[in-house]
C-alpha cells in the first residue's frame, strides 16, 4: 500500500481527496496546521499530524516513519481578497513555505508531487475557454503566490529530477454525496455555500454583484467542478507520475459554466427555498466568463467529470449544509 502525504488534508479539497485515496487503495497520511482546516473532517484511523508545512525537522519525521513515496499538496491561504491586503502573509504562507516544504521532500528522497494550483494564475484571460497554454497574469498575490511556485517546479526538476504536475483549478463545489463532508470555511466567500446558507436562513439575501455583463443573463459565468471529480483528478495525476508520464500543467473544470443567477435558480429548484437575492454593483476584477478549456487533462490523464451537472453540485452541497448547518462546529 503506498503512503501519500497530504498537506492540507483536513481543508475542503484536500479532506475529499483523502476519501478518494483509501476508496483506490492508498494509505493517505495528513499534515495540516489546522489554521482554516478542521480535524473533524479527516477519519480518525487515518495518520494525522498538526504542524506547518515548513517545519523541515517534522516533515522529514512524516516521510521517514510513514515511508512517504509521493505528495499531495494542498497547503495554502486561498482568500482572493485577503490577499491584496496582506500580499507579504500569502508569499509567506504560500510561495515561501512551500519551497521549504519542497526542498525538504527532495533531500528526503520525495520527488513526485501534485500541487493545488489555481485558474487565478491566468488573470483575466483573453480567450474562453482557457487553454493551459494562455498568459499567465494573475491580478491578485493569491494567484501570483501559486504561480511561483509553479515556476519554481521547472527549475527544481532541472536541478533535482523533480516529478510535478500542478492542477490549476476553477470553481470547486458540492459535497460527498452522503453529506457527511463538505465546504465550511471562515469567513465563506464561494458562492454555492452562501447561497445554501440564505436557503437556510444564516443569511438575509444572496448579492447578485453586477448584471451589465456580456453574457446571456448579464451575469457572470463561472466552471464548476465537483470536488468529488477534481479529487480524482489527483488519483490519476499520481498514476501518471509513477508511470513517468504527463508531468507539467492541467486545467480542471468541466469546459463549460453557469451564470450567477443560473446557479441561484438552481438552487431554489433543488431545496424548494425562496433564497432572497439583491442586485448590487461590479466588483473590481471580475471577468464575464471563466471557463477551462480541458482537452488536455481528458486526452492525457484520462480524466472525466462523473458528477458535475450542476444539480448534482448542488445537491450534494445541500445535503451538506441541511445536515450540518454549523459546519464541523456541530
Known sequence: MESILVS?????????????????GYKPVVLDSLVTGHRQSVAKDVPFFQ????????VRKI??????????????????????????????????????????????????????STAATYGIPEDIPIPETAPTV???????????IEQSFAWLEKAYGLEWIALRYFNAAGAVLDGSLGENH??????????????LGQRKEIGIFGTDYSTPDGTC?????????????????????????????????????YSVKEVIE????????????VESPRRPGD???????????????GWTPRFSSLEQIIESAWAWHRSHPKGYGE
Open 51 to 58: 504542524g506547518d508545512i515548513a517545519d523541515s525537522q517534522l
Open 266 to 277: 438552481t438552487a431554489r429548484r433543488v431545496t424548494g427555498r425562496t433564497i432572497p437575492a
Open 8 to 24: 492540507g488534508g483536513a481543508g475542503y479539497i484536500g479532506s475529499h481527496t483523502v476519501v478518494a485515496l483509501l476508496e483506490k
Open 138 to 148: 494573475p491580478i491578485n498575490p493569491y494567484g501570483f503566490s501559486k504561480l511561483m
Open 63 to 116: 516521510v521517514e516513519q510513514e515511508q512517504i513515496s509521493a505528495v499531495i499538496h494542498f497547503a495554502a491561504r486561498s482568500l482572493v481578497g485577503e490577499s491584496a491586503e496582506k500580499p507579504d502573509l500569502y508569499f509567506e504562507e504560500n510561495t515561501a513555505k512551500t519551497n521549504r516544504f519542497v526542498s525538504t521532500l527532495l533531500h528526503c528522497g520525495v520527488k513526485r508531487i501534485i500541487f493545488s
Open 287 to 301: 471577468p464575464d466568463r471563466l471557463v477551462a478549456k480541458v482537452e488536455k487533462i481528458e486526452s492525457l490523464l
Open 221 to 257: 459565468i463561472r466552471d464548476y467542478i465537483h470536488v468529488l471529480d477534481l479529487a480524482m483528478a489527483h488519483i490519476l495525476a499520481l498514476e501518471a507520475l509513477a508511470k513517468g508520464t504527463a508531468k507539467g500543467v492541467y486545467n480542471v473544470g468541466t469546459g463549460s459554466g
Open 186 to 199: 471562515q469567513p465563506e466567500t464561494h458562492l454555492i455555500p452562501l447561497i445554501l446558507k440564505t436557503a
